[in-house]
């Protein structure tokens, strides 16, 4: 082998083996202190970050939900707390890593840095900005820069309660940047991730996360990018605890009709399934949500099986009287008995002698008050328990059916 070859072959070993070498290079604390000094202390967080200053900033974002605090049907709101990712180019801090010992990445100051002013625009107390108490930035030498600002917020949502508690709502959360105009700042949505449940750190006990999408508006001085939020009732509890309760009720208080008028506890019956509902009624009020906007529908369920019990107490009354009614001197009016469909035994009729004129008038058709309660009970059991079953089937399928289709 030649000199020359034997050249060769150091040369084509040692340059790439140097190379190698150099790039592996870590950058020192002097490097970074030296990038500091010449390029990040330099900026300003009252100057847009492009070399024209006509051009636009397209900033990005991404919404991440940590946990989803509350849902306030009454003040309608929802608090949470949320972290960002926030995305822009900044053209005046660009460098060549290979002249700061290969350091690709910085952590400026927040004095020394331009950043979107984000604020959520429909915050339940104030004009809400984002990431006042919290901020973190980080800049890679193309210019690539991220904020990623966390907080908790809580923000208007218009609730309906109509399907409650088989209701799904549908929220929003409207940010822009309200320093800069939309000829300055260009406001999108970075979705990087299909929105899952299991996106947000804690779950939470009521409600669940079952979509998210983002949209972007144009209003006449900002852009606004508007993150929807579609939240749907975890049932299970409430109908355990609530619903179910006065589905029993109703039901249970059909069969006073159904209880002999001889065994005297008709009416104590009908008035403590009266009394009990009413107190229980009265005690998941507090559970419900009490809005004017919207009636729940199972407020107006309960409220007709208040109505209905009332009606039962009457009728138990007037059955009743009925039964202790004296047919031989206070006879049982005609038009009850067409009513009732109640049919007269003409074999069992008595007619004793009053004089009117040429006439003999009946005083009784043989008919008793037991004869009437007996029939008014048959009637009023099945009449007032298809009721009830079409209330509560109609009440179910409407709450069952708006949760499936969501």
Known sequence: MTFSSIRLVLVAVLVPLSISIQSSEAATAGDVARLFQEKVMNGSSKIRPVINQSHIVDVEMTLHIVSLLDVNEVQQSVEATIWMQVYWKNELLV???????????????????????????????????????????????????????????????????????????????DFFNWAGKKEETSLNYRETTKMKESEAGYANSEWKIIERRAEKQHNASHETVRVILVLQRKSISLVLTVLLPVILLAFLNVFVFLLPTESGEKLSFSVTVLLSQAVFLSFISGLMPQTSDSISGLSIYISAQLILSAIYVLLTCFNLSMYHRDTNSRPIPPWLMKILCVRVDSGHSVYPLKENGDKLVSMTDGVTGSDICLRLDRICFWVFLIVVFLMTALFLSDGLSAQINT
């Open 95 to 173: 460098w060549n890593p290979n002249a700061y010992g290969n350091l690709t990445r910085v952590y400026p100051p927040e004095t020394n840095m331009w950043k979107p002013d984000l604020a959520i625009s429909n915050g339940y107390d104030e004009l809400t900005p984002v990431g006042l108490d919290f901020v973190l930035l980080q800049s890679n030498h193309d210019g690539e820069t991220e904020w990623n600002p966390g907080q908790k917020i809580s923000f208007l949502c218009k609730i309906d309660v109509s399907k409650f508690p088989f209701d799904t709502q549908t929220c929003h959360m």
